[in-house]
């Protein structure tokens, strides 16, 4: 029987045969070949070199800068917006009917009290005085024939020339004619001041509207509306300021007037100023209080001297909310929320962090009013705070809490609506 066998070569043939197949490989394979020991040779020495090497330090606590709040009595202030009204308004009305012949005043001008502003016909009115002081001499011509004749019946009396009874007549009539004197009097007086009413004055001093009737006109008098309207005249000095406060500025108002305090001082600034420049005091508050929104009609007195404040216009006012206090400042960028509440980091004395619930106040020359919270030893993180976690160690740097003389803002720009063109045109 045949038997397959299988011819195994000699280990010299093989290793013949690989080195044929190696010197027949391009030259670019063969250094391949060659460079991957040496690279994993190298990247094992090196593994071995970094587990031998030490491991670095640790990193030094962070450097924060601290310093103590800033302690200053300040003024704090409760801010409102109102409009201005004028502290006395009147409606000039004739009083008596009949035509305008002159005009006396220039519209818009400031007028002073009693000048006078129009004048009417005052010739009817002349007419009836003249006959109401006709009147007036009939009534004393028969009050002296009355008493002439009351004289004669006393004489005749004493001889009894002439019954009593007609003595009382003639002391009755002397009577009626005495009291038709004083109607005629008091007619002659009506009469001189419907004469004197045809020259219409001004009741108030202040800056008058534009006239609403011209000369020519027939005005007529009258109560309310019932009477024709000449013009309006407005007091501007002093001026008021009214707004709508809350409750709590009702109860403190009652306070301070209860405990003789002084009226609260407010300033002012008109929408297109940057700071309050104007400056008066809270002289009323109303009786009562809107049920619907819950707020009151409160109102401030200011000078107006140069009469520059207008009724009508818009203005923000602050309110002072109770005299100077003394109080804790820290920058705002010190000041972290956590969610709904405002903190601050300070050093404690082992020179670790802690977090400081603090309430807040308003902003005075760049600086934050800490109300609560703090005290006026802590060392407030003012400076590297994004470093520092409560509960860390920190290396402090000593710093100072600086009022910032912060720029007022420019005023409202003004509007871009209208038109222009270029000059000569």
Do not use: C
Not at 37 to 64: F, M, W
Not at 175 to 183: D, F, P
Not at 320 to 342: C, E, F
């Amino acid at each position: 029987m045949n038997m397959l066998t299988r011819i195994e070569p000699e280990a010299g043939d093989i290793r013949g045969t690989r080195m044929v197949r190696f010197r027949s490989m391009p030259k670019w394979q063969r250094s391949s070949l060659l460079a991957a020991p040496i690279a994993l040779l190298i990247a094992g020495g090196a593994i071995l070199a970094n587990d031998e090497a030490p491991a670095p330090p640790a990193p030094p606590p962070p450097t924060v800068t601290v310093s103590a709040p800033l302690v200053r009595d300040v003024t704090e202030w409760d801010e409102y917006i109102g409009r201005f009204e004028a502290s006395q308004s009147v409606e000039v009305r004739p009083r008596v009917s009949g035509a305008i012949t002159a005009v006396h005043f220039r519209d818009g001008e400031i007028v002073r009290q009693g000048q006078l502003l129009f004048t009417l016909d005052a010739r009817p009115f002349a007419a009836a005085l003249a006959e109401a002081r006709a009147g007036l001499a009939s009534a004393r011509s028969d009050l002296v024939l009355a008493q002439a004749d009351l004289g004669r019946a006393l004489r005749l009396l004493e001889v009894e020339a002439v019954s009593r009874s007609d003595v009382d007549r003639l002391r009755a009539r002397v009577q009626a004619t005495q009291a038709a004197l004083a109607g005629a009097e008091a007619r002659v007086r009506a009469r001189s001041l419907d004469v004197e009413f045809t020259r219409v004055r001004a009741p108030i001093g202040g800056r008058i509207s534009d006239r609403r009737v011209d000369a020519g006109n027939l005005v007529s008098a009258g109560e309310g509306a019932a009477g024709s309207l000449l013009t309006t005249i407005n007091a501007l000095d002093p001026i008021y300021f009214t707004f709508d406060a809350s409750e709590s500025l009702f109860l403190k108002s009652r306070r301070e007037h209860e405990a003789g305090g002084r009226s609260s001082p407010v300033e002012i600034r008109l929408q297109d100023e940057a700071g309050y420049r104007w400056r008066g005091a809270l002289d009323f508050t109303d009786n009562g209080l809107d049920p619907r929104s819950g707020t009151i009609r409160g109102r401030a007195v200011l000078r107006n001297p140069e009469l520059f404040l207008t009724p009508g216009m818009f203005g923000n006012m602050r309110l002072s909310s109770g005299g100077t206090t003394r109080a804790l400042m820290v920058p705002d960028t010190a000041i972290q929320t956590d969610q709904a509440r405002k903190l601050v980091m300070v050093v404690g004395a082992d020179g670790r962090v802690a977090a400081r619930p603090v309430v807040l106040g308003p902003v005075v020359d760049g600086l934050r009013i800490v109300r609560s919270g703090l005290d006026a030893r802590d060392r407030v993180i003012i400076g590297g705070a994004q470093s520092a976690m409560p509960g860390s160690p920190v290396q402090v740097r000593a710093g100072r809490i600086q009022p910032v003389q912060v720029v007022e803002a420019a005023p409202p720009a003004q509007a871009t609506n209208g038109e222009a063109t270029f000059a000569g045109r």
